[in-house]
Structures are given as C-alpha cells and as structure tokens.
C-alpha cells in the first residue's frame, strides 16, 4: 500500500550570462552599477537570478526550460524585462494546477556587492510570483576569483524551487 504525501515538486535552475560593455546590469530586476561599467549579454535583460528562478520553477514541473517559452532568436523577447517573464511563468503554473512555496537562490559574482541589494531582489521576485517575500531567499556570494566569475567574465546563479499542488 502506497502512503498518502503532499504533492509537492521539487526543481533546480542555473543561468550564466557573460559581463560585457554597453549593457545594463540587471539582478532580481534590480538595475545595478558595476564598477567597470559593465552588464550582462543576453537577448532579454539577460537576468540571470530570475533566469534561474524560472527555470527551478519550470524544472519542478518537466515542462523544459525559458528557451522553450522565450526563445533567444524570437524578436518578442528582444530586450524583454525578466520579471515580466516570471509572471508568465507563473501563470503557467497556477493553469496547470501548482503554486511556488518557496524559491532559494544564490547569485555568484565578484563584483558589484549585492548585499544592499538583496531585500529589494527578494520584493521583485515575490511580487512577481505572488508570493510572500520571506518565501524567497537570495543569497551573493563570490567564486574566490576563480572560473568565469571569479576572472569576472560573467555572472551565474543557481535556484531551487519548490512547487505545491493546489
């Protein structure tokens, strides 16, 4: 006999973008200055946190990952605001049947220091789930200067979401 357990899913997302000039740099829907004057590469905002936030959130249901839903060579998501693509995420999900209970994430790059920042990535990200802020965690940390972050080539993030039937 099978025992009764809450329905609940489980996913992982991870996103990497590279550090070019003449780009903004966008965390958790945060406009951030890096002290080299660089941002992200991406044919959206090119958000790596909410990247990985929605892929966690897609993962937990096998339904692929953003490019299948946002696809980089579709003029549409040219420059599009990453939580705006949250939303529609998770839209998606509530259609089918779920809702995120909580989403944990850390962003990894040297520089800028994303501490001050945090609070306001963490309003950004429940607002656009429609969750509560304390349902989502973010932490920064660095790659002690090594691999494409740590020579600041780029940016990564890496999230867990967690999904209950509704």
């Given at each position: 006999m099978i025992e009764s357990m809450p329905h609940i899913?489980?996913?992982?997302?991870?996103?990497?973008?590279?550090?070019?000039?003449?780009?903004?740099?966008?965390?958790?829907?945060?406009?951030?200055?890096?002290?080299?004057?660089?941002?992200?590469?991406?044919?959206?905002?090119?958000?790596?946190?909410?990247?990985?936030?929605?892929?966690?959130?897609?993962?937990?249901?096998?339904?692929?990952?953003?490019?299948?839903?946002?696809?980089?060579?579709?003029?549409?998501?040219?420059?599009?605001?990453?939580?705006?693509?949250?939303?529609?995420v998770s839209e998606l999900l509530k259609e089918k049947g779920w809702r995120v209970s909580n989403i944990d994430s850390v962003v990894i790059a040297e520089r800028p220091k994303l501490k001050p920042h945090i609070e306001l990535m963490r309003k950004n990200i429940a607002q656009s789930i429609g969750i509560e802020i304390d349902d989502v965690g973010i932490k920064a940390t660095t790659n002690e200067l090594l691999g494409p972050e740590g020579r600041e080539e780029g940016i990564s993030s890496h999230a867990v979401a967690l999904l209950v039937n509704i």
């Open positions: 899913r489980i996913g992982n997302g991870y996103d990497i973008h590279r550090l070019v000039a003449k780009r903004l740099l966008i965390l958790g829907g945060v406009k951030l200055d890096h002290p080299d004057g660089l941002g992200l590469d991406g044919h959206s905002d090119a958000d790596v946190l909410v990247h990985a936030v929605m892929d966690a959130m897609l993962g937990a249901l096998s339904l692929g990952d953003i490019g299948k839903y946002f696809p980089p060579d579709d003029p549409q998501w040219e420059g599009a605001d990453s939580l705006f693509l949250l939303e529609q």
